[in-house]
């Protein structure tokens, strides 16, 4: 840890309006956290989105230094790990989202750019199935290895941290406020626990309340730190179906639990389903298959992958198909036709072709995933 760099690296947080985007692309025209508030405020002024205001902001520094020296205090005495989004330990993942956060705190031994992280969210008011739907998720997911996020709530985020530990997978929790505290306090000894199994981690410095504006900041790390988003019961609006739409806009996997018709804790999970915003899945096994993970469904032993040809074994039309695919794994029957510029039903008839040769999966909604 490079304390001198550091201050300038949380004192770049704490810049009024400058935000992470426009933190980063100081840094990025700068070279470093430190250079941005040695540079003079005229040539500020010239990078991108930061203007006259905020260039004022980086020059009148002494008020953020001085709380950046309060908070490496604390950095050092509970062993916190500061991770700038430059660091090599700073979660992959999150570097391909925007709006990621230029500075996380963490406490814990997980590894958090580990092979495969799935995180699990829901109401705080889950019914009797809902929790057994999470408990069955991740004691079936047990001798994975996946790393099982959520955010330290009540309801079915506390579950999935519990049932992980339960269970032998790390977990981590992602929270709304300073590491100086947890919040619910009832969580405090599950926390605790999950420090020695995984970690806490936050983009808010000490001192810091769970007030409610930061809770949709903390979800979008929930989003941009997975592969693959869960979510287990929800009303028709919530935190969790802000997380889904995060982790949507990311690009990641979305997954939902369908729920009884007309129930109110169905209602989010089934509509992110009907509008094509989450598959569904019932089990463990939909995940790791759906995900393309390799895990046996019975014993997550690994599973041998299927044999797939070789593209220049297709025809010319089914390699057009294929290689509509190259950008991403998958895709719409619209974004297909409009891709290969090919009719709907020249395209469906190549599809199931494709899918024959275990080259293509359809999904619900119409989606191809290309699995070649």
């Known amino acids: 840890?490079?304390?001198?760099e550091l201050i300038y690296q949380i004192g770049l947080t704490l810049l009024p309006k400058v935000g992470d985007v426009n933190a980063k692309n100081l840094v990025s025209y700068c070279g470093s956290a430190s250079e941005v508030f040695k540079t003079k405020e005229k040539l500020l002024q010239k990078i991108p989105g930061i203007g006259v205001i905020n260039a004022k902001h980086v020059v009148n520094n002494k008020n953020v230094l001085k709380r950046a020296e309060k908070e490496i205090e604390f950095i050092l005495k509970y062993k916190i790990k500061p991770l700038f989004f430059t660091d090599e330990e700073?979660?992959?993942?999150?570097?391909?989202?925007?709006?990621?956060?230029?500075?996380?705190?963490?406490?814990?031994?997980?590894?958090?750019?580990?092979?495969k992280i799935v995180a699990v969210v829901g109401t705080r008011k889950p019914d009797d199935y809902g929790i057994d739907i999470t408990n069955k998720l991740i004691a079936d997911l047990a001798g994975t290895g996946i790393l099982v996020v959520s955010g330290l709530a009540y309801g079915i985020d506390v579950h999935a941290h519990k049932y992980a530990l339960d269970n032998g997978l790390q977990t981590v929790g992602v929270v709304a406020h300073g590491l100086d505290r947890v919040y619910p306090g009832?969580?405090?000894?599950?926390?605790?626990?999950?420090?020695?199994?995984?970690?806490?981690?936050?983009?808010?410095?000490?001192?810091?309340?769970?007030?409610?504006?930061?809770?949709?900041?903390?979800?979008?790390?929930?989003?941009?730190l997975c592969d693959a988003l869960l979510v287990v019961q929800s009303k028709r609006e919530g935190g969790s179906l802000i997380t889904a739409t995060i982790a949507h806009s990311y690009?990641?996997?979305?997954?939902?639990?369908?729920?009884?018709?007309?129930?109110?804790?169905?209602?989010?999970?089934?509509?992110?389903?009907?509008?094509?915003?989450?598959?569904?899945?019932?089990?463990a096994a939909d995940l790791l298959d759906a995900m393309n993970w390799g895990f046996d469904k019975l014993n997550h032993r690994n599973a041998k992958k299927k044999q797939v040809p070789l593209l220049i074994s297709l025809s010319d039309d089914e390699q057009k198909i294929a290689q509509?695919?190259?950008?991403?794994?998958?895709?719409?029957?619209?974004?297909?036709?409009?891709?290969?510029?090919?009719?709907?039903?020249?395209v469906s008839t190549l599809l199931l072709q494709l899918e024959f040769s275990n080259l293509i999966k359809s999904k619900p909604g119409k989606v191809y995933e290309f699995l070649g």
């Open 1 to 4: 840890m490079d304390q001198k």
């Open 90 to 115: 700073y979660p992959q993942r999150l570097k391909f989202c925007n709006d990621s956060p230029v500075l996380l705190y963490y406490k814990g031994n997980a590894n958090l750019n580990t092979e």
């Open 186 to 224: 009832s969580h405090t000894a599950l926390a605790k626990k999950m420090i020695k199994h995984g970690g806490l981690l936050t983009d808010f410095m000490s001192e810091t309340n769970p007030d409610a504006v930061n809770f949709p900041k903390r979800n979008r790390i929930v989003a941009g």
């Open 251 to 283: 690009n990641k996997d979305v997954f939902a639990f369908p729920g009884e018709a007309g129930s109110e804790l169905s209602e989010g999970c089934n509509g992110l389903i009907k509008r094509n915003r989450a598959g569904l899945i019932e089990s």
């Open 324 to 346: 509509t695919f190259q950008q991403k794994k998958q895709l719409s029957l619209d974004e297909i036709c409009y891709a290969s510029e090919m009719s709907v039903s020249a």
